[in-house]
């Protein structure tokens, strides 16, 4: 059987064979409904490219790499999978790679992308300050979005939730249904959602109670910090547990539980990031929604953009609008967004 050439693909599309390469190789941005008909021609025909040969005639590997702080929160495969799908779409690969919350090793994993001749880097940095500099020096040499977390103004684009917004939704709506003595379980650190989210607590929790922002515990995004940080704030008796991700609110709900609390009745409970585990919870979880499927969106639109401007345009960032899902650890099950889809600078 002879091999299906790009030639073909072309005739078979009704496109010209200069359209196919780039929507095949990914090189520049392509209409979607051609891009769409030359992958179905494509996949019609059987055509499979040769992609060694295409990295030496264009110096593009067709690779995006991918680091992630640690892969076993559930909140970072749900995103990979979406951000696989918008770059797939884009005829891209994703190499991935887990640092383990060690800045150090994440210096070395970017290091070793790029050794591989990525194309392009999305990043979630493991802290707000330790991952700069490294982060700096790649966006030097390709295009490089952040994701969930930032580095600072001026270092890279960078695409996350509104933390401060989300975290307003869950304080608007503890005052809502009569909650007046929160407290904070949070991330210590500088990784910016955990900072984000922690002074968003202190700044609005006050208007609750003024000594709400004293009540809180800082450990790391884990089920077992979650746990043991009950037990640090119960003797307070507060009415409320914000939590900072759902990973600590269910640490938390399972130790109030041992502790005999009535969960919503004495104290609610509240996550962020609505992970598959805050519905299966007991009671299930009020948490603040990350728009998962924008953020993949928006950060393959700012990567396509800066491989298209190069590296010496402004910095972009792009803040995406939250939803608060109120389940039964706080109430009765609603969902409530916040204003606008997103916002950017």
């Given amino acids: 059987m002879a091999e299906v050439t790009l030639k073909d693909v072309a005739l078979a599309s009704g496109c010209s064979i200069a359209t196919v390469s780039r929507v095949l190789a990914g090189t520049r941005p392509v209409g979607a409904e051609t891009a769409r008909t030359v992958r179905a021609a494509a996949e019609r025909l059987g055509y499979r490219p040769n992609h060694v040969a295409r990295a030496l005639r264009s110096r593009s590997t067709g690779t995006v790499g991918l680091v992630l702080p640690q892969i076993t929160n559930p909140f970072f495969p749900t995103l990979v999978r979406e951000l696989e799908h918008a770059l797939h779409a884009e005829g891209r690969a994703v190499l991935l790679a887990d640092c383990d919350d060690d800045p150090a090793t994440e210096a070395a994993r970017i290091g070793a992308l790029l050794a591989r001749q990525v194309d392009a880097l999305l990043l979630i940095p493991v802290d707000e300050r330790h991952s700069r500099e490294a982060v700096a020096a790649a966006a030097a040499q390709v295009p490089l979005v952040l994701l969930d977390r930032g580095c600072g103004p001026g270092v890279a684009d960078s695409v996350a939730v509104d933390n401060a917004a989300g975290m307003a939704l869950v304080l608007a709506h503890l005052a809502a249904?009569?909650?007046?003595?929160?407290?904070?379980?949070?991330?210590?650190?500088?990784?910016?959602?955990?900072?984000?989210?922690?002074?968003?607590?202190?700044?609005?929790?006050?208007?609750?109670?003024?000594?709400?922002?004293?009540?809180?515990?800082?450990?790391?995004?884990?089920?077992?910090?979650?746990?043991?940080?009950?037990?640090?704030?119960?003797?307070?008796?507060?009415?409320?547990?914000?939590?900072?991700?759902?990973?600590?609110?269910?640490?938390?709900?399972?130790?109030?539980?041992?502790?005999?609390?009535?969960?919503?009745?004495?104290?609610?409970?509240?996550?962020?990031?609505?992970?598959?585990?805050?519905?299966?919870?007991?009671?299930?979880?009020?948490?603040?929604?990350?728009?998962?499927?924008?953020?993949?969106?928006?950060?393959?639109?700012?990567?396509?953009?800066?491989?298209?401007?190069?590296?010496?345009?402004p910095c972009h960032t792009v803040r995406l609008a939250p939803e608060l899902v109120v389940r039964a650890s706080s109430g009765t099950a609603v969902a409530v967004a916040a204003d606008g889809p997103f916002r950017t600078s």
């Fill in 177 to 313: 249904t009569g909650r007046r003595r929160p407290c904070f379980i949070g991330a210590a650190g500088t990784a910016s959602a955990a900072v984000e989210r922690r002074t968003a607590y202190e700044s609005g929790a006050a208007a609750l109670d003024p000594a709400a922002p004293g009540r809180l515990a800082l450990g790391d995004f884990s089920v077992e910090w979650g746990r043991a940080a009950v037990d640090r704030l119960w003797p307070a008796r507060p009415d409320a547990v914000v939590c900072a991700n759902d990973l600590i609110a269910a640490g938390a709900l399972q130790r109030l539980r041992q502790l005999g609390a009535d969960v919503p009745g004495e104290v609610a409970v509240t996550g962020f990031d609505d992970i598959p585990l805050a519905g299966l919870a007991d009671p299930a979880l009020t948490t603040v929604r990350q728009p998962v499927a924008d953020l993949a969106a928006e950060a393959a639109r700012l990567l396509s953009r800066r491989r298209t401007d190069g590296s010496s345009g």
